[in-house]
Structure formats: C-alpha cells, structure tokens
C-alpha cells in the first residue's frame, strides 16, 4: 500500500522523533535536533492552513517542537477569517496548502495581501503544494507568497525557508 512506518496513538515525541530519524536516515534528510532542542522558534506565533488531518496532525508537532506556536485552518476561508479577527502583528508567519476546499491558497493569499493592515501586506506567507513546476511557483509568488516548500514536507527544506523568510538567517 506504500506505507512505510506507522505510528500509533497517542502521539508521543519521543516515538515521533524516533520514526523521523528512521524516515531521514532512509532519505538522507537531516533533522536538526539542535534546533529542536533549542526551541529556536520560541515565542513565533504561526497559522498553519491545512485541508488533510493527518498532514495538520504531523505539522503542527513538528512545529511545536521546534518553538511555534501553532493555530489551525481547514481551508482559505477559515485563513482568512483567522487573520482578520486576531489584532495586528498577532501571527509571525502562515504556512499555506494550496489545493484546498471552498478557497484555495492562492485566493486566500491574495485576500490577505488586500485587507486593509499594514502587517498582512507584509507577513511571510509560505506554499505547502505537491505541485513543483516552475509555473506552480511563479502563481504562489503572483498571489503574494513570499515562498514555495514541496510536499511531502523535508524538515530542513522547511526550517530553512522559514528562517530566510523571518530573516533569521544562521540564527
């Protein structure tokens, strides 16, 4: 069927960190455990706009563990409500699925990019989409994203844009 590792229910870190050090080691990905360990995000507060429960689910650890904290959307309508009923400068960064129900992320981008605050015309918005063409990246910057990670998502692929798109460089 494909599966390659099964993690059962509750989800413990420790048990989670031991799949995807087996899962990087096949893949020759590195899990940064410093930054884990560090909490390098501590105190970054992040939307993460996710259609598949099992992707949030796996997502919302990962980021966790390295420091965000970590609110949920379903879908583009939910992404956009979420950022227009918090005050400004309450989210540091939206992680955006693309190919979602009622509005996708390109929509949802481009209604956050036109609200009327100044810190939703400049919050880094990253593409989460299995779709990595050259066109598919060009229409998630053309909708305001300021970033594209492939899926399935690769943890140092992933920390590294979001340190590039929160400046946070080596830090």
């Not at 507060?45 to 997502?59: F, G, P, Q, Y």
């Not at 956009?80 to 190919?99: A, G, R, T, W």
Request: aromatic share 6%; glycine share 6%; proline share 3%.
């Amino acid at each position: 069927m494909g599966v390659n590792y099964f993690i059962s229910k509750p989800l413990f870190k420790s048990r989670l960190m031991y799949v995807m050090k087996n899962i990087a080691g096949k893949n020759d990905q590195i899990i940064d455990e410093q930054a884990i360990s560090d909490k390098k995000y501590a105190g970054k507060r992040l939307l993460l706009v996710e259609d598949n429960d099992l992707n949030v689910e796996i997502a919302e650890e990962i980021l966790r563990m390295v420091g965000f904290e970590v609110d949920t959307a379903c879908d583009g309508v939910e992404a956009v409500k979420c950022v227009s009923d918090f005050p400004e400068n309450y989210y540091d960064l939206i992680l955006m699925d693309i190919q979602m129900p009622n509005m996708n992320g390109y929509e949802a981008t481009a209604k956050i990019r036109a609200m009327d605050r100044e810190d939703l015309k400049n919050i880094p918005i990253i593409a989460m989409s299995a779709n990595t063409f050259t066109d598919d990246i060009l229409e998630a910057k053309k909708s305001g994203m300021n970033a594209h990670i492939a899926k399935p998502i690769e943890i140092s692929k992933m920390t590294d844009t979001i340190d590039a798109c929160l400046g946070m460089g080596d830090n």
